[in-house]
């Protein structure tokens, strides 16, 4: 479990960003950890803003929602960039679903961070291919803490970190569920993609 280095305001003026990524496959529990951080962030009475891609309906057309039902209130984008002009002086800006986004979450992460924020990103780290899936190799790069959290493969239950698209479709971005993917370990993966 990530426990947070410094939650408490800083007792200096100036406040010290940085950026946290929370990655892995389908079902690992992705946003129910950055709920999970951004909750804790209201306690410390840090004010938070929390942003999902636009075309994310699948649970909530205002809300990020873990497939455990847990929710947090969210602003829906279209793009990166709007992002930083809904954020304020907000303390943490949390943003699910990172891989729907371009390339150019990267650049607003690093404005946010050097604004003085505490940036927590959530998303896939892999495509249905198992492929690293831009942008959020970059952001790993680039940020202060990585937590990788796994699901329960779905064939044979050890840990798994692969999303096994359950259909034909190459389509690089297709929103489902259940219906549409499967978590599965690195063995049940490859014997199942070919």
């Known amino acids: 479990m990530f426990i947070e280095p410094s939650i408490g305001r800083n007792k200096s003026p100036e406040r010290k960003g940085q950026i946290e990524v929370i990655c892995g496959s389908m079902f690992s529990g ?19 803003e929390i942003f999902k891609p636009s075309i994310d309906k699948r649970y909530s057309d205002s809300e990020v929602v873990s497939h455990n039902e847990n929710t947090i209130r969210s602003t829906p984008v279209d793009f990166a960039d709007d992002i930083l002009l809904l954020s304020g002086d907000c303390d943490v800006v949390g943003i699910d679903e990172v891989q729907f986004f371009d390339n150019e979450i990267v650049s607003v992460a690093q404005k946010l961070s050097r604004q003085g924020k505490r940036v927590i990103l959530a998303g896939l780290d892999m495509d249905f291919e198992g492929n690293p899936f831009e942008p959020m190799p970059s952001l790993m790069a680039i940020a202060e803490y990585v937590t990788k959290v796994h699901a329960i493969c779905m064939k044979c239950g050890d840990l798994a970190a692969f999303s096994l698209r359950l259909s034909d479709s190459k389509q690089k971005v297709m929103l489902g569920e259940k219906e549409a993917y499967e978590a599965r370990c690195r063995k049940c993966f490859f014997e199942d993609k070919n």
């Open 30 to 48: 992705k946003t129910e950890e950055l709920i999970r951080r951004l909750n804790r962030a209201k306690i410390a009475r840090q004010k938070v």
